[in-house]
């Protein structure tokens, strides 16, 4: 079992910048892809960006250009820089990893994130 830890969020005005973290609990984020979602009021969740073990990161549209996934794997972390906010990006971000060849799958409690107009 490994439990994620994020860290990060909060309130922001629209144009302005949040960083988010993922910790894993045990030595093994270097065999999963690492994932970030989030999920608006009232919508469903939706992938935001994806990063695969060998450090190719993957963006939806709407956040392209502003926002960049990393990862540090020997410190077993991922990262979500935000940039150039907007009201529309406000929800909850959840991270994900993904074994990048089996089917373990783990969640982390989710971080608000309020950007406000």
């Known amino acids: 079992q490994v439990q994620l830890l994020e860290s990060g969020g909060g309130s922001v005005q629209a144009g302005g910048s949040l960083a988010l973290s993922c910790a894993t609990s045990r030595d093994v984020l270097i065999m999963y892809t690492a994932n970030w979602y989030r999920q608006a009021p009232g919508k469903q969740r939706e992938l935001v960006a994806t990063?695969?073990?060998?450090?190719?990161?993957n963006y939806t549209d709407d956040v392209k250009g502003r926002f960049t996934i990393s990862r540090d794997n020997a410190k077993n972390t991922a990262y979500l820089q935000m940039n150039a906010l907007k009201p529309e990006d406000t929800g909850v971000y959840y991270c994900n990893i993904k074994h990048a060849y089996g089917t373990a799958d783990y969640w982390g409690q989710g971080t608000q994130v309020t950007v406000s107009s």
């Open positions: 990063i695969t073990s060998g450090g190719t990161a």
